[in-house]
Every structure is written in structure tokens, then in C-alpha cells.
């Protein structure tokens, strides 16, 4: 009834999560894309202490 595979997922929810890995590269290219597109020069902003990566990364790569 409930079939296991070698890696402990079923073949159905296996399916969902490389369907929901291969949605989150294609908006991560997606994005990567875009920022490539952006003009080079970068305007100063006012700095503004961030301590999370991700926020640092967003401010100053546009990502």
C-alpha cells in the first residue's frame, strides 16, 4: 500500500519535491537573469546597518 524507496519517500511526494526544486531554480535563474541585465554603475545608498546575509546580498547585489 505504502511503498518506500531506497531514499524514504514515497515515488509520489519524490516527484513533488523535484518538481518544487526545479520551480526554485528556474525563478532563482530567473532572477540571476534580470540582475544581469542592470546597469553596472550603482547609485549610493544611504547605509543602513543589516546583519542578515540575505539582506546584505539583496542591498548590495540586487539579488
Known amino acids: 500500500m505504502n511503498e518506500?524507496?531506497?531514499g524514504g519517500?514515497?515515488?509520489k511526494a519524490a516527484n513533488a519535491?523535484?518538481?518544487?526544486k526545479t520551480q526554485a531554480l528556474?525563478?532563482?535563474r530567473e532572477r540571476i537573469d534580470e540582475a544581469?541585465?542592470?546597469p553596472?554603475?550603482?547609485r549610493s545608498k544611504p547605509?543602513?546597518?543589516s546583519y542578515g546575509i540575505t539582506s546584505?546580498?539583496?542591498n548590495q547585489h540586487g539579488l
Not at 17 to 20: D, G, N, Q, S
Open 4 to 6: 518506500r524507496v531506497a
Open 9 to 11: 519517500c514515497s515515488d
Open 17 to 20: 519535491i523535484e518538481k518544487l
Open 26 to 28: 528556474g525563478r532563482c
Open 36 to 38: 544581469l541585465k542592470r
Open 40 to 42: 553596472k554603475e550603482r
Open 47 to 49: 547605509c543602513t546597518p
Open 56 to 58: 546584505l546580498l539583496r
